[in-house]
């Protein structure tokens, strides 16, 4: 994956979405800055270009969610639109994040030790 402003400095908020309650999801989702919106749609953008190595299960899992990964990565539309989307129709962040994360950990890491 190619390293991103974006990305670096919203790791956090990516983790809590990952890993919170489907309740608590969409309150951290609500609460969301423009920027850690823009950060998931290019996280779904990085995975669906290819520039994330992801496992076949993990695509096979991805796949009823096509048209939503889609349209969160499409240059028209504002924040606010992908946000309602991201609420309305998350139910495939875990597995996107999941697959995010780990690579996201190694470039951070990365990035302290040089």
């Known amino acids: 994956m190619a390293p991103s402003y974006n990305t670096h400095p919203h790791h956090n908020f990516i983790q809590k979405v990952k890993f919170a309650s489907p309740a608590a999801r969409v309150k951290y989702l609500h609460d969301a800055h423009e920027d850690q919106v823009r950060t998931i749609c290019e996280c779904a953008h990085n995975v669906i270009t290819g520039k994330l190595p992801v496992e076949a299960r993990i ?18 539309g504002t924040s606010e639109q992908k946000r309602e989307l991201l609420i ?11 697959a995010v994360l780990p690579v996201l950990g190694q470039l951070l890491a990365s990035a302290f030790t040089e």
């Open 59 to 76: 695509v096979d899992r991805l796949r009823p969610f096509k048209r939503e990964l889609k349209r969160l990565t499409r240059r028209r």
């Open 88 to 98: 309305q129709k998350g139910g495939f962040l875990p597995i996107l994040l999941g």
